[in-house]
Nanobody, 125 residues
Framework: QLVESGGGLVQAGGSLRLSCAASGRTFNSYVMGWFRQAPGKEREFVGGITWTGGFKSYTDSVKGRFTISRDNVKNTVSLQMNSLKPEDTAVYYC????????????????????WGQGTQVTVSS
């Protein structure tokens, strides 16, 4: 089970930190991803992180502004979002891809096994 938190309303240029708490004892067997879906748009990959945290991937529009991290002891993955823009407004979802030892970060949502319920991020101009 994945549970996101940390969404909210923020002005453009501001920051938010999203967290995703995972239940289960095999968290370190999962590649974790963040996706988002804006109204009227398709879900898109935001970023992902491998189980060791050694590999990270971001979509171009968030590079340099968003940072993913994970804590395999606390079973959490976080998305630090800085310099937010109105176009970042969306429902953000964390997702888990069961891939023990993998260094591949899937960018297609269908490749992920578990999803959180989503948290709304709204950036005002």
């Amino acid at each position: 089970q994945l549970v996101e938190s940390g969404g909210g309303l923020v002005q453009a240029g501001g920051s938010l930190r999203l967290s995703c708490a995972a239940s289960g004892r095999t968290f370190n067997s999962y590649v974790m991803g963040w996706f988002r879906q804006a109204p009227g748009k398709e879900r898109e990959f935001v970023g992902g992180i491998t189980w060791t945290g050694g590999f990270k991937s971001y979509t171009d529009s968030v590079k340099g502004r968003f940072t993913i991290s994970r804590d395999n002891v606390k079973n959490t993955v976080s998305l630090q979002m800085n310099s937010l823009k109105p176009e970042d407004t969306a429902v953000y979802y964390c997702a888990a891809d069961y891939a023990p030892g993998s260094t591949v970060i899937q960018t297609i949502g269908g490749r992920y096994d578990y999803w959180g319920q989503g948290t709304q991020v709204t950036v005002s101009s």
